[in-house]
């Protein structure tokens, strides 16, 4: 009886290539086509972004000083949304505030997404007692209350774009840990990681080479959700009075400044802050939507 040929069993890299489904800006783009709403979203996210930072290169304002003789002007020449009772641009407001808002999404969704993906991996890879370990843990911590812990370090310490970024990142990484885990537990027992671990691949190497390239379908539709919904927990931040200080603005602190001369009828230090939180967060979720069917992915 001969000894089975070992020699011909297939390298990793070439079951990788033969499992995988690559994604690829291309296939994302087709995918999305057919998604019309989708494509609605990502345009209209687009437009949003030109508006908040390419904005402000053609319709240049004063956010700094208090100019209390042109406060809470309505609508007008030389101030098409009006100002507010400091006297800033409305329109000028919009745009920094929505640079500020954008910004601090992206980074607290890339923050996230970044630990999330190596936890779950990893947790999801050593499986057993370790898995279960790293999870329960993972249960403990979305036990507690996110924003009341947020609002606790934001009374606590002074909150700026940054620090205010980490905070929202460092509780949301949570989910995105549970999402990854789930992919790679389907993921560890397909041909390609098993031909990995025969060759003697390291568990590192397993995961940054063959499990989290596979799982990036997950990862980018999470990414998506985490920055509508880090733009909405700033937001409600500035909205409570615990968000970012003068003179850096955000889209919570107008809304609630307008909030406040609601009775006084100031309708456009409402409305327009309102809108663009809405459309925001709509466009985002629209679009990962489209990118979840479009991935062939399933991420909730």
Not at 97 to 119: D, H, K, P
Not at 255 to 267: E, K, P
């Amino acid at each position: 009886m001969t000894a089975p040929d070992v020699t011909a069993a297939p390298s990793p890299e070439a079951e990788t290539a033969a499992e995988r489904n690559p994604v690829s800006i291309g296939s994302v783009l087709r995918g999305l086509r057919r998604h019309p709403l989708g494509l609605a979203g990502g345009l209209l996210l687009l437009l949003i972004a030109g508006f908040c930072f390419l904005g402000p290169l053609f319709y240049q304002t004063n956010q700094t000083d208090v100019d209390l003789v042109n406060a809470a002007l309505p609508p007008g020449p030389g101030y098409p949304l009006g100002t507010d009772t400091n006297g800033f641009d409305v329109l000028g407001r919009l745009m920094s505030g929505g640079q500020v808002s954008l910004q601090i999404g992206l980074l607290a969704a890339l923050f996230a997404t970044t630990i999330g993906t190596v936890y779950g991996a990893v947790a999801g890879l050593a499986g057993g007692v370790v898995d279960g370990f790293m999870m329960r843990l993972v249960d403990v911590m979305l036990s507690i209350p996110f924003l009341f812990f947020v609002l606790i370090l934001s009374a606590r310490f002074h909150a700026d774009a940054l620090s205010l970024s980490l905070v929202i990142g460092g509780f949301s990484w949570l989910v995105s840990a549970r999402l990854v885990r789930g992919e790679v537990l389907t993921l560890r027992v397909r041909e390609f990681v098993l031909a990995a671990k025969l060759m003697g691949a390291s568990r590192r190497r397993i995961i940054l080479t063959h499990l989290i390239p596979n799982a990036l379908g997950v990862i980018i539709v999470n990414i998506t959700f985490q920055v509508a919904d880090a733009v909405l927990v700033v937001a409600a931040l500035g909205f409570l009075g615990f968000g970012l200080t003068y003179p850096t603005a955000d889209w919570g602190s107008q809304l609630a400044s307008g909030v406040t001369y609601i009775s006084a009828d100031y309708w456009w230090l409402i409305y327009p802050v309102g809108g663009c939180i809405i459309l925001t967060v709509l466009a985002l979720n629209l679009l990962a939507d489209a990118l979840r069917d479009a991935l062939g992915r399933r991420a909730d």
